[in-house]
């Protein structure tokens, strides 16, 4: 299974901001929306993550609060992205070897066309597995009887 196969099923709805959007402005969007993360983009190329973990880091730096800080000065900017032809082994692999939960998927001339989360990983493959079973239990209940000869 592919990136792009799960992709077509999520949906094409994405939430950006700018290194220079306030963080707060930033924390509004994402619970506003019920998202974990944003992508931080810059000239139209992805420069950055912005997700709970980095929102928490920023509130234990201010001390429990939200000051007037940017999505730039806190954003994760080292970011590993993913093109739609990505095997999903592969990102299961990558996202627990860098320990993300958001993955920006961007074609080859970089623009961006998705998140991927480790949640949309789970269930493209929970469901993939779940059909599989039913196929297979079908195929076994119309397994033809053995004859002796």
């Given amino acids: 299974m592919k990136v792009s196969d799960i992709l077509k099923v999520k949906g ?11 963080l707060r402005d930033a924390i509004s969007t994402m619970t506003a929306n019920d998202i974990g993360s944003l992508v931080v ?4 190329r992805v420069c950055g993550m912005l997700s709970f973990r ?11 609060a939200i000051h007037e800080g940017t999505v730039g000065a806190h954003m994760a ?26 993955v920006p998927v961007v074609d080859a001339s ?4 998705g ?6 990983i789970a269930k493209a493959v929970l469901d993939a597995q779940s059909f599989e079973n039913k196929m297979l239990k079908a195929y076994i209940r119309q397994w033809p009887a053995e004859t002796e000869e």
């Fill in 54 to 64: 980095e929102v928490m880091n920023a509130i234990d730096v201010d001390s429990g």
């Fill in 115 to 120: 998140v991927m989360s480790f949640y949309d």
């Fill in 12 to 22: 094409d709805v994405l939430y950006t901001a700018t290194p220079q959007t306030p």
């Fill in 41 to 44: 983009m810059q000239d139209g």
């Fill in 77 to 102: 900017a080292d970011v590993d992205v993913i093109s739609p032809d990505t095997d999903v082994n592969d990102i299961r692999r990558r996202m627990l070897e860098r320990h993300s939960r958001y």
């Fill in 110 to 113: 970089g623009v961006l066309l």
